[in-house]
């Protein structure tokens, strides 16, 4: 697994990559789906890669945080 925290505006996000084996199933089988939930105060988004998950997490709101996962999602297709 690969894990990254960032900052931006004052607000730290939380980045995991992780074998696809190794995670949670809360994913969908698409490829370009997003799944956005929130838990205990933070709000996660994930997305499948070919060869694994991305999960973002951080105190923002929902679109904000989606907001991010969309872009990383779209920069690993480039």
């Not at 809360?26 to 799944?35: G, L, R």
């Not at 956005?36 to 060869?51: A, H």
């Amino acid at each position: 697994f690969s894990h990254y925290v960032l900052e931006r505006n004052g607000k730290i996000i939380s980045v995991l990559k992780t074998a696809s084996e190794n995670s949670l199933t809360a994913n969908t089988d698409e490829e370009d789906s997003i799944v956005c939930k929130k838990e205990k105060g933070l709000q996660m988004s994930s997305f499948k890669l070919k060869e694994g998950l991305v999960f973002v997490i951080s105190d923002m709101s929902e679109s904000e945080n989606l907001n991010i996962a969309r872009q990383l999602s779209d920069s690993s297709k480039a």
